[in-house]
Each structure stands twice: as C-alpha cells, then as structure tokens.
C-alpha cells in the first residue's frame, strides 16, 4: 500500500534482483504491469543454499495517502476483487497450513491503511457468500489482535461507502434506487477525498429504464470507470 516512505524490498526493474544482506534470499523481478493506480510485478523468491523457487504477485498501490482514504473507491474495490481471487486459488506450497495461498498486507505503520484493506477485504467476502456484513464488529475484532487497526473516523466511514458501492453496482435497480444514492453521497463527503462515483452509470441506467432524460455524464478515469474530478 504506497511506496512512499518505505524501504523497497523488492527489485523495481524486470530482471534485476534483490538479495538479502545475510544472504540466504534473493529476490528477482520477472514481470510487471504498471496501471495508473497500482504496480503488479511477479517475483521469484530463491533460497540460496537449496535453490528452492517460489513466485509471489506483489502489488504496491499508489493513491491511498496516510491516515485518509483512497482516492477512487472503483480502484479500491478492484484491488479487493483481485485478492480475493488470488485467495481462492489452490495453494503451490505443501508447507502452507491453509488450503489457499497466504496474503500480506503491509502499510507504514500496519495500522490505519493496512487495517482499512484487510477490514475491507472481509466484509466483500462477506458480502459475496450473502452474510450480512457487520462492519463494526468486524473492526472491532481486527483491534483485539491488531490495536489500533482502521486508524480514525474517515477510513471507518470508508468501509461503509465501499461495501454500499459494492452492493449498489451488484443491485437490481428498483424504485428506492435514488434514496440509496443519496445516502451513498452522504458518505462520499464524509470520506472527503474519494473522488470516484460508481453510482454515476448505473443511475444513467436507472434514469433511461424511466424514460427520463440522464443528466450528462461526469468525465471519465484513463482506468475506465465514472469519477468526479475536483474543478
């Protein structure tokens, strides 16, 4: 989660490679697609005295600044898609414990961000096995083994406008669609910075399946989706 202010670990360049200083490890870089809001790189991890390989899906995601909230909630969203994809996968390794591969996820200070990704992480799963998720509780337990986990009141509220993003493009459009959106907006502003809106098409849906005239459509991201972009 944004590489700013943290040690690069990994090597930036295909080919080149990263050794630890004791030794045991190097890290090579194999391949890499850079997309405006993140780097995905694949990295083949070696142990020197066994030449033992394994391959590891790195990604470093570039707008969520510390302490706040990411700027596109469709990126966000993406990138909790991609994981959970990735956790479904059968695991490579004999020694993993679990039936799937483990994922790491680290900010700064592996509290605010980190805390908010993970929170997140869980709540769609939640959402795609159709529990009802209960966001409070669930932050709750992620502090009891992580203090502080989902750092102030902004990426609290951003947990909700996620999951309700989330839902809403999953949604049948029905006639209590634009209560919704407004209650969507309402935590749009309580997060302040997040500049993404994928409410916009499917209320341009919702206002044609009325016959009604939609309103001109917002300008849209180089990544594809609806966002409103400060003037």
Same mark, same amino acid.
């Given at each position: 989660?944004?590489?700013?202010?943290?040690?690069?670990?990994?090597?930036?360049?295909?080919?080149?490679?990263?050794?630890?200083?004791?030794?045991?490890?190097?890290?090579?870089?194999?391949?890499?697609?850079?997309? =405006?809001?993140?780097?995905?790189?694949?990295?083949?991890?070696?142990?020197?005295?066994?030449?033992?390989?394994?391959?590891?899906?790195?990604?470093?995601?570039?707008?969520?600044?510390?302490? =706040?909230?990411?700027?596109?909630?469709?990126?966000?969203?993406?990138?909790?898609?991609?994981?959970?994809?990735?956790?479904?996968?059968?695991?490579?390794? =004999?020694?993993?414990?679990?039936?799937?591969?483990?994922?790491?996820?680290?900010?700064?200070?592996?509290?605010?961000?980190?805390?908010?990704?993970?929170?997140?992480?869980?709540?769609?799963?939640?959402?795609?096995?159709?529990?009802?998720?209960?966001?409070?509780?669930?932050?709750?337990?992620?502090?009891? *083994?992580?203090?502080?986990?989902?750092?102030?009141?902004? *990426?609290?509220?951003?947990?909700?406008?996620?999951?309700?993003?989330?839902?809403?493009?999953?949604?049948?459009?029905?006639?209590?669609?634009? *209560?919704?959106?407004?209650?969507?907006?309402?935590?749009?502003?309580?997060?302040?910075? =997040?500049?993404?809106?994928?409410?916009?098409?499917?209320?341009?849906?919702?206002?044609?399946?009325?016959?009604?005239?939609?309103?001109?459509?917002?300008?849209?991201?180089?990544?594809?989706?609806?966002?409103?972009?400060?003037?």
């Amino acid at each position: 989660l944004r590489a700013k202010n943290i040690r690069p670990y990994w090597p930036t360049e295909i080919g080149s490679r990263y050794a630890r200083s004791d030794g045991k490890f190097s890290v090579r870089k194999i391949g890499v697609q850079n997309l =405006s809001y993140c780097i995905l790189s694949v990295l083949a991890v070696q142990r020197r005295d066994t030449a033992e390989e394994r391959r590891i899906k790195h990604v470093v995601y570039l707008k969520w600044p510390d302490h =706040s909230v990411p700027s596109c909630t469709h990126d966000f969203l993406q990138i909790v898609a991609n994981l959970n994809k990735v956790a479904r996968q059968p695991k490579a390794c =004999s020694h993993v414990a679990s039936d799937h591969p483990p994922i790491v996820m680290h900010c700064f200070a592996g509290i605010g961000r980190s805390g908010t990704a993970a929170a997140a992480y869980f709540l769609i799963e939640l959402v795609q096995r159709k529990y009802a998720p209960d966001i409070s509780r669930l932050v709750a337990d992620l502090r009891r *083994q992580r203090c502080l986990a989902v750092q102030g009141v902004i *990426q609290y509220i951003f947990l909700y406008r996620a999951v309700a993003e989330f839902l809403l493009a999953k949604a049948t459009l029905s006639a209590e669609f634009p *209560q919704h959106l407004k209650l969507l907006h309402l935590l749009r502003d309580c997060t302040t910075k =997040s500049e993404c809106d994928l409410a916009v098409s499917v209320l341009s849906s919702y206002l044609t399946s009325l016959e009604t005239r939609p309103a001109p459509p917002p300008k849209r991201c180089l990544h594809g989706c609806w966002c409103n972009f400060p003037t």
